[in-house]
């Protein structure tokens, strides 16, 4: 296996991998340095079954199943499967979906800045995406570094920042896609709270830990966290920050959601994008509700205390 940088500060393309069978002791290993260092990996021409790509990522920790058996209730899908994710504007019957078909939506929610996982309470360690069909123009799927955005961070911000916590709440996503949930689902994923630097176990880089979902922050009133929220996504996510991807059928992108933010980019919805994800969840978090430990204890997996919703704005 070899690994050949992709830009200047993160991404790498990795060769002579195969896919189709179990990583063996080494190329795990090889493959656990390399995503620890470089966050995003790409391996190009690996036409791989959903069956391959199940087998293969849950050599890197347990599948997550909660995320599709949760989308299995709202809508529809091909796959009939509780691991794999229809990442697509395909429909149950294989047709390219409505605008407002519920895959569609789901999909457009990608567009977003996010870490998978980041608004449930067992976030995802790896995901692995494999495109199907891919269209001529835009779909690309972009990455912003989070090591990067905190090493960036002016040192009274920083400071600021290490003693503070963040509401990550999937409503808050929603609200921006105009879905207006039914009450009976409201309660069941509740903000989750994090810390806002962490630092991650393999490579040892602290993190800036923002997103989409970030809708709150320990200590300041909704709205001035909201504000600073906007400030920390828009200065993690400046272009220099960023790994584009453009895909090609075949393609398969594999990623750390605790070192880098994902977004898909636009498209043409009447043209087919077809992509399956696997994801394998994170440990500590996925044990449920902890007391949020101290700073030093943040070295390994998410640990995260859940609480009620934001406090509603009162004038
Ligand atoms: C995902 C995701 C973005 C894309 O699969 O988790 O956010 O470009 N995808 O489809
Ligand atoms: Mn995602």
């Keep these: 296996m070899r690994v050949v940088p992709l830009g200047e500060r993160f991404a790498a393309e990795v060769l002579d991998l195969d896919l189709t069978r179990p990583p063996t002791a080494a190329e795990h ?5 390399a995503v620890d260092r470089y966050a995003v990996l790409v391996l190009r021409d690996q036409r791989i079954s959903a069956e391959q790509q199940t087998a293969w990522l849950s050599g890197f920790g347990p599948l997550d199943s909660e995320v599709q058996r949760y989308f299995n209730r709202l809508a529809a899908n091909r796959l009939g499967s ?3 994710t229809d990442i697509s504007n395909v429909d149950a019957r294989s047709d390219v979906a409505a605008r407002l ?30 495109a199907v069909a891919v269209p001529a123009l835009g779909g690309e799927t972009e990455f912003a570094d989070l090591r990067a955005a905190h090493d960036r961070l002016d ?11 963040g509401a990550f709440w999937s409503a808050y996503n929603r609200i921006r896609l105009g879905i207006i949930d039914p009450p009976q689902t409201h309660g069941l994923y509740p903000p989750v709270e994090w810390p806002l630097i962490r630092r991650h176990p393999g490579s040892g880089r602290d993190v800036l830990w923002v997103g989409q979902p970030l809708c709150q922050v320990s200590g300041l009133s909704v709205p001035e966290g909201r504000a600073l929220a906007s400030d920390l996504l828009e200065q993690a996510t400046e272009r220099e920050n960023v790994h584009v991807h453009r895909w090609a059928a075949g393609d398969v992108v594999l990623w750390d959601n ?44 998410f640990p995260l205390r859940l609480r009620g919703a934001p406090e509603p704005l009162r004038t």
Excluded: C
């Design 155 to 165: 040192a009274r911000t920083r400071g600021f920042l290490s003693a503070r916590t």
């Design 29 to 33: 290993d090889a493959v656990v340095d």
């Design 82 to 84: 509780d691991v794999v």
């Design 258 to 301: 605790r070192s880098v933010l994902h977004r898909g980019r636009r498209f043409d919805l009447a043209h087919r994008r077809e992509l399956r994800r696997v994801g394998t969840k994170d440990d500590v978090a996925s044990l449920g509700v902890l007391d949020m430990p101290s700073r030093t204890d943040l070295n390994d997996g």
């Design 101 to 130: 078909d519920r895959q569609t939506i789901m999909n457009i929610g990608n567009a977003f800045w996010h870490s998978d996982g980041s608004h449930y309470h067992h976030p995802f360690r790896y995901s692995m995406l494999a």
